[in-house]
T-cell receptor
């Protein structure tokens, strides 16, 4: 199984809503990532978890709250988002270490209205 | 084949020709490099990687070249096919962290 599964595929939420994005992998990877990708731009790193602990936060606003409940799951909790937060949110995982590729999910297309 | 010396945001290539996609990276401490392909509506898909102690690596129809002196990476696709139409990103990782940073991307369009 070399898949990273993200749910939902599409999400529309209002600015006062609370929602969560979910990511799951069963490759035994102990590093998991959240990226944000705007149209026609490269993915931008948001958070990295290593062995279920947050190791990198790229100065992401607190309205995005990551959570890693176990080694297979990664969540991104959303609250009070702005329309400019609309984007494709990508989850990825890899073995910890430098020379290891990251496998990406198909992403959640988020629209904030 | 089609080739460019500098990074260009778009590349149009005739089916059957070879493609060369270029990427400049900024961090001289980067140790590991990956090329990803992203099709419309999908997440990035791993194509090929290369470590900083190598200057060339070949896969199936793809070759990655690394020039550390000028901090340049290229991806060569042989006999480009319609299914190769996508956005191609290079990505780099530092020597002591998990941070994978992406370049600007090149949109490849294959002409029949």
């Amino acid at each position: 199984d070399t898949e990273v599964t993200q749910t939902p595929k599409h999400l529309v939420m209002g600015m006062t809503n609370k929602k969560s994005l979910k990511c799951e992998q069963h490759m035994g990877h102990r590093a998991m990532y959240w990226y944000k990708q705007k149209a026609k731009k490269p993915p931008e790193l948001m958070f990295v978890y290593s062995y279920e602990k947050l190791s990198i936060n790229e100065s992401v606003p607190s309205r995005f709250s990551p959570e890693c409940p176990n080694s297979s799951l990664l969540n991104l909790h959303l609250h009070a988002l702005q329309p400019e937060d609309s984007a494709l949110y990508l989850c990825a995982s890899s073995h910890p270490g430098v020379n290891t590729e990251a496998f990406f999910g198909q992403g959640t297309r988020l629209t904030v209205v | 084949g089609e080739s460019v010396g500098l990074h260009l945001p778009t590349l149009s290539v005739q089916e059957g020709d070879n493609s060369i996609i270029n990427c400049a990276y900024s961090n001289s401490a980067s140790d590991y490099f990956i090329w990803y392909k992203q099709e419309s509506g999908k997440g990035p898909q791993f194509i090929i990687d290369i470590r900083s102690n190598m200057d060339k690596r070949q896969g199936q129809r793809v070759t990655v070249l690394l020039n550390k002196t000028v901090k340049h990476l290229s991806l060569q696709i042989a006999a480009t096919q319609p299914g190769d139409s996508a956005v191609y990103f290079c990505a780099e990782k530092g020597s002591n962290d998990y941070k994978l940073s992406f370049g600007a991307g090149t949109t490849v369009t294959v002409r029949a």
